[in-house]
């Protein structure tokens, strides 16, 4: 497992040939792939030794278009434009193009554009997004140290490269259904409930 930054090509390199890349986001440190590789997904699930039938959210940047795979109405683009950038994963509906791996089926995929600087510029380098996941062994508590994440997989030949770098919050990411009439929150973290219903059922002036 070679380590590396975010600027270093080789990172690049890892997750266009469908390899995993262990990152740290604003948050706790992840493993990632890239998300249109069927091949890749199972490297994912692999490594982290997760069941293959559990949805992986996709990481992306602000400059990727999701209304082109996502259902994105006037109010979850009103949460994206307030929220993100930020540690808050949306649950949407995802359209027929969208890859398999995304949603399994379910027709919903979690998306989430991290805060983090350097993270976010590296996502912005790549022609795809990514399916990130949190860097631990299924069941086993998240990680966000390099020295722990390195530890776990250093053996694994599915993870090719670990980015050193540091996590800023132990606070996990406020997951929300948007994919009724209001929104669910599944998961709490730093962005509540009633500061996502207040922007998504906000009326446009």
Known sequence: MDILSFKDSEARQIVDHGYVLALPTETVYG????????????RLVKCKNRRPDKPIAVMTSVSFDLNQYFEI???????IDKFLPGPLT?????????????????KVAGIRIPGKKDLLEFLGSLPFPLQVTSANLSGQPSLSKFEDVQNVFKNSPDVQGIVKGNCESSVPTTVVDLTGDKPIVVREGEIKLNEIQEVFFKEDL
């Open 31 to 42: 493993v990632g792939v890239r998300w249109d590789s069927p091949e890749a997904y199972e």
């Open 73 to 79: 109405t006037p109010n979850i683009q009103r949460v």
């Open 90 to 106: 949306i649950l949407v509906k995802a359209k027929d193009n969208a890859p398999y791996q995304t949603h399994l089926g379910t």
